[in-house]
């Protein structure tokens, strides 16, 4: 066996500003610098901590004054003199940006499912998400963490145990009550800082859009907001797939460099897990609080969507009838409501129905609309545009009424019916009540 001789190592020198050089062109240097050890002077001038700088030179060749030069000490200026002049091979270095990325990615682990509660009532998402969460924790070899915050809300954290989460990081206290924008990211950001997870889900509802857009902007990390599907690739990255470009075309959509990485996920896109009495998990209590008076915003009165004059949630509905530009006015809606009432039901719509002023906006199913996952979904006169078959294709069974028999909705129906709507809807109707009539 012959003695391997080590490759010399080349050093790489620290950054070093040059005396009277920067023209204070706005931290193009500081913003290159992927170890983040660059400060801004008030002076508009680089500060390098020296003791955190890689060498990896992008300060050095993105400043446009030719400001900032690599500084070698004595020795290794001879060690750099003495391979210059030498033949040994020097030793290839691992690219010292990818491994000081990967040492800061991995710094982070676990997956998160921030509970969305209100009145200290969770919202059904949150378990949801907890659903397709566990399948991702088991992919990383990781914890399923809840994040709770509210006040009194410490049996959220067993709740979250029954859906699948092993642990639960709670922030019990009375600022926290009701969900206030300031108050909720500075929790969140405080648990972030501390144990640093490397997912972050959240529901694609009004709390969730702001929260998590507010929170990937305070720690610099990338959001996908209505993520339709979520997977983990052999590098630990979260995979998120939503529509892009009007729906026309799938996209999956990565955060490679930055952590956690966060997606929100709307109501009835994923399935409910299975509710597991019994399970139980560690719940970290942390006494985090924000002074009352730092929040600017202050509730009220709090009132529900479902307590509006309409009163229709379509989201939480079994049965849905929607109704599209083939039912030709609003007036023909009370079509689908008669068959609504015998299924007990609600009435859905078309994005083209809704932008025609026949029903109103909390009825659309679709991209733009809600995403509703129904055990019966009958689409009257709909053609079955991408975007609004995004928002149903996921109901246990759906029944198609097209005239159209190539009409993209059959793609999806477990049932078409070819044929005038205006003819079929009421013989459905006549023969619901006639069935119903027998039973009783
Ligand atoms: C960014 C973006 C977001 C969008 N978001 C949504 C969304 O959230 N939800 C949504 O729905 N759309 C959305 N759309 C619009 C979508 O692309 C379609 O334009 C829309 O879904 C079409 O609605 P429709 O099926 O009712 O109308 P049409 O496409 O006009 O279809 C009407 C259908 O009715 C049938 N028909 C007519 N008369 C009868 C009859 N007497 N009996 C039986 N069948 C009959 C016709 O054969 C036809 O198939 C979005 C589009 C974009 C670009
Ligand atoms: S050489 Fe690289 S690590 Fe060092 S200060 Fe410049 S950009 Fe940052
Ligand atoms: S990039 Fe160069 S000119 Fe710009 S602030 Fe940095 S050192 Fe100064």
């Not at 931290?27 to 008030?42: F, G, L, T, Y």
């Not at 709090?302 to 949630?313: F, L, Q, Y």
Request: glycine residues 10%; proline residues 5%; hydrophobic residues 40%.
């Amino acid at each position: 066996m012959s003695d391997q001789i080590p490759k010399p190592k080349k050093p790489r020198g620290v950054a070093r500003l040059l005396d009277g050089k920067c023209i204070a062109c706005g931290a193009r240097c500081q913003s290159s610098c992927p170890v983040n050890c660059i400060e801004m002077a008030d002076t508009g001038e680089p500060i390098v901590a020296t003791t955190k700088c890689i060498g990896c030179q992008k300060c050095v060749k993105i400043c446009p004054a030719v400001a900032i030069e690599m500084y070698f000490t004595p020795e290794e200026q001879q060690i750099l003199a003495a391979l210059a002049a030498s033949s040994v091979p020097v030793e290839d270095d691992i690219d010292p940006e990818a491994a000081a990325l990967a040492q800061k990615l991995a710094e982070y682990r676990g997956v998160w499912v921030f509970v969305e509660q209100t009145e200290g009532e969770a919202a059904k998402v949150s378990w949801e998400l907890l659903g397709v969460g566990a399948g991702l924790a088991a992919t990383l070899g990781v914890e399923l963490c809840a994040v709770v915050i509210g006040e009194h809300v410490e049996s959220l954290c067993h709740e979250a145990f029954a859906y699948g989460a092993t642990k639960a990081f709670l922030l019990d206290a009375p600022v926290f009550k009701n969900y206030r924008t300031e108050a909720y990211v500075e929790g969140c950001c405080h648990l972030i800082e501390a144990h640093k997870p490397e997912v972050i889900l959240m529901g694609a509802t009004g709390m969730g859009r702001d929260l998590a857009g507010a929170i990937a902007t305070r720690v610099a990390t990338g959001l996908t907001a209505d993520c339709t599907g979520l997977a983990i690739d052999d590098k630990r990255n979260l995979m998120q797939t939503r529509p892009a470009f009007g729906g026309n075309i799938m996209a999956t959509i990565m955060c490679d460099k930055f952590r956690p990485q966060m997606s929100t996920v709307r109501p009835n896109v994923m399935p409910m897990p299975e509710r597991r009495e019994g399970n139980s998990g560690e719940i970290i209590r942390d006494p985090f609080t924000v002074p009352e008076d730092s929040v600017l915003t202050k509730v009220i009165e709090i009132i529900r969507d479902s307590h509006g004059k309409a009163g229709v949630d379509i989201t939480g509905a079994e049965f849905i009838i929607s109704g599209g530009r083939g039912m030709m006015g609003p007036e023909n809606f009370a079509l689908l409501q008669e068959l609504a009432d015998e299924l007990d039901g609600v009435v859905g719509a078309s994005r083209s129905a809704v932008d025609a002023g026949w029903m109103p906006g909390d009825r659309q199913v679709g991209q733009t609309g809600k995403t509703v996952r129904p055990k019966i979904y009958i689409a009257c006169g709909i053609s079955g545009a991408i975007q609004h078959l995004v928002g149903m294709q996921d109901s246990d069974l759906v029944i198609a009424i097209n005239r159209d028999s190539a009409a993209p909705i059959f793609e999806v129906a477990t049932y078409g019916i070819v044929g005038d709507l205006f003819q079929v809807v009421p013989a459905l109707t006549a023969k619901i009540r006639e069935l119903k009539r027998v039973d009783k």
